[in-house]
């Protein structure tokens, strides 16, 4: 079986606000597409890492995305789009300094951040989605 090239096109249309630290459009061509659910800060053993602290969170989280995208044979240059849920919106700045050590920072994927009143578990503070497009 022969596998079909992903072309991937970070656009930013000049009539549109420069975006700081995202991408407005990512026009995927050929190859497929994997979503990852939401990860949290949990290790293993589903317990919650870095209670109190976003930046570990953060760190705990990024470290979960890149498991799971390994887990079909990916890595962050195949992350095409990201949607952050965040119990705190001042957080932001601490979780993309950890996110710009995992995807590149020149061509980010397209992303979405909300805040949200509450997480599945209590001590939670950041959720993450990822959505990667890999050769087929």
């Known amino acids: ?3 079909h090239p992903v072309h991937l096109q970070f656009i ?3 009539t549109m606000a420069s975006p700081p630290g995202y991408t407005h459009i990512v026009e995927i061509t ?3 597409t994997v979503y990852i659910s939401g990860q949290v800060a949990v290790d293993q053993a589903f317990r919650v890492v870095g209670k109190g602290d976003v930046r570990a969170q953060a ?9 799971a995208l390994a887990g079909v044979g990916a890595d962050f240059t195949h992350v095409v789009k990201l949607n952050y849920y965040l119990v705190d919106m001042t957080h932001l700045p601490i979780i993309r300094e950890v996110r710009d050590r ?4 020149e061509h980010p ?5 909300v805040e949200v ?3 599945a578990l209590d001590d939670l503070l950041i959720e993450i989605e990822a959505v990667a497009s890999l050769p087929a």
Not at 59 to 67: D, H, R
Not at 102 to 105: G, L
């Open 30 to 32: 050929g190859g497929r």
């Open 12 to 14: 930013n249309p000049p």
């Open 102 to 105: 995992y995807v590149n920072a």
């Open 59 to 67: 760190e705990q989280v990024f470290e979960n995305l890149q498991a």
């Open 1 to 3: 079986m022969t596998a």
């Open 117 to 119: 009143r509450k997480l």
């Open 109 to 113: 994927p397209a992303s979405t951040a």
